[in-house]
């Protein structure tokens, strides 16, 4: 069974800065594209930040210049480094990733979703 569980999320100033970690664990053969999500309350989950296996890099224009995504593939970790911190920025935040579950004799691939984790920003 694989599961992806985030942490890092809290409460910040506006201004401030938060690190976001999402760790996969079970039974992992590789792990492709893994990215950060948002959904604010009543709002559509929109995409955030994404690192593809090959260690492209993708941001939304709304986080572009203040976050950073990166991943320690040998931790299975994927992080959101978030900087300058906005009341708009107020969400929870989930990761997500396209995971090869198995063995090398036998696996499949399927997208995972963690539970998600509160980023709240004040003014």
């Known amino acids: 069974q694989v599961q992806l569980v985030e942490s890092g999320g809290g409460l910040v100033q506006a201004g401030g800065s938060l690190r976001l970690s999402c760790e996969a664990s079970?039974?992992?053969?590789?792990?492709?594209?893994m990215s950060w999500y948002r959904q604010a309350p009543g709002k559509e989950r929109v995409l955030v930040a994404a690192s593809g296996v090959y260690g492209s890099t993708t941001y939304a224009d709304a986080v572009k210049g203040r976050f950073a995504v990166s991943r320690d593939k040998a931790k299975n970790t994927l992080y959101l480094e978030m900087n300058n911190l906005k009341p708009e920025d107020t969400a929870v935040y989930l990761c997500?990733?396209?995971?090869?579950?198995?063995?090398?004799?036998?696996?499949?691939?399927?997208?995972?979703w963690g539970q998600g984790t509160q980023v709240t920003v004040s003014s």
């Open positions: 079970g039974s992992i053969v590789s792990i492709a594209d």
């Open positions: 997500t990733a396209f995971i090869q579950e198995g063995t090398r004799a036998w696996s499949k691939w399927n997208d995972y």
